[in-house]
């Protein structure tokens, strides 16, 4: 079903690849329908402890595809998609803010990872920016593109990179849709690490590995939607919420087992979900 990605599941990370790697795997309309329809099946896949984002080839994303853009401008329709793509991943309960278009990556409740291969521009920035951590190819190439393009601050990225590096970051970075290195995009905050390029796909492995031998798959669904949801309130209320979570999570299965696997120097075993 899927032609614009590949999706396989290898317990315990579930891996979306964007595959159009002649045009820098450039973001289709049906791309983004098979992301999505694959993060439905990742989001439920219980072998799947948290969800990876990457590129095949020498890239991550060149952003929209610019025929697409040139269709768009000369008045021709979207290609229309077939209906078994439909899903509606995330949890809409989270609230409308995390619902976007793309921002809905943020309420699906297993961490999402995007492995920043090689280069990423235009609106795969605010794609990549919605997945929760973000770890990066030492041969990334970062631009946001939109600028020189005539566009603006699409699809909420100037809300998402204020709160990641703080506004004066973020309208450099917009204003001048300059060219940056993985060097530059870790000191600034836009991503968490940078890896040699043959080690960033083995990292992100591992580092999923130790979540699922490590930590609750239902603490780590709790704390996203915490750190999202909190991102715009106030202290007083989230540090309220926090507290009756807190005592929630006394009552859960998982409390009891990491308690009793530290005293008995065990691994947990904790539920999947």
């Known amino acids: 079903m899927y032609r614009d990605i590949l999706y396989e599941v290898e317990d315990p990370i579930a891996t979306i690849t964007l595959n159009r790697p002649k045009t820098l795997n450039a973001w289709t309309v049906r791309m983004g329908a098979e992301v999505k329809h694959a993060l439905g099946q990742a989001e439920k896949d219980e072998r799947a402890v948290a969800i990876l984002v990457t590129g095949a080839g020498r890239g991550f994303c060149a952003g929209a595809d610019l025929d697409r853009l040139r269709g768009i401008s000369e008045g021709r329709r979207e290609e229309e998609l077939p209906p078994e793509l439909d899903a509606d991943p995330g949890d809409p309960a989270w609230g409308e ?44 190439i970062f631009t946001t593109a939109f600028s020189q393009r005539g566009l603006v601050a699409e699809w909420g990225i100037g809300w998402l990179l204020s709160r990641l590096m703080g506004p004066a970051h973020a309208l450099d970075i917009l204003f001048s849709a300059r060219r940056f290195d993985a060097a530059e995009a870790e000191r600034i905050g836009l991503v968490n690490r940078v890896l040699p390029h043959d080690e960033l796909l083995p990292f992100v492995r591992e580092y999923v590995e130790d979540l699922a031998a490590n930590c609750s798959p239902t603490s780590m669904a709790v704390m996203k939607r915490q750190v999202y949801q909190h991102l715009a309130g106030r202290l007083g209320p989230a540090e309220r919420e926090s507290v009756q979570l807190m005592l929630e999570s006394f009552e859960r299965p998982d409390q009891r087992e990491g308690v009793m696997s530290f005293l008995e120097k065990r691994p947990p075993k904790f539920k999947r979900v």
Do not use: E, H, Q, W
């Open 97 to 140: 803010d995390l619902r976007g278009t793309y921002t809905y990556l943020m309420s699906i409740r297993k961490p999402i990872i995007a492995a920043i291969n090689g280069p990423i521009a235009g609106m795969a920035v605010p794609i990549a920016l919605g997945c929760d951590l973000r770890f990066a190819s030492d041969r990334a």
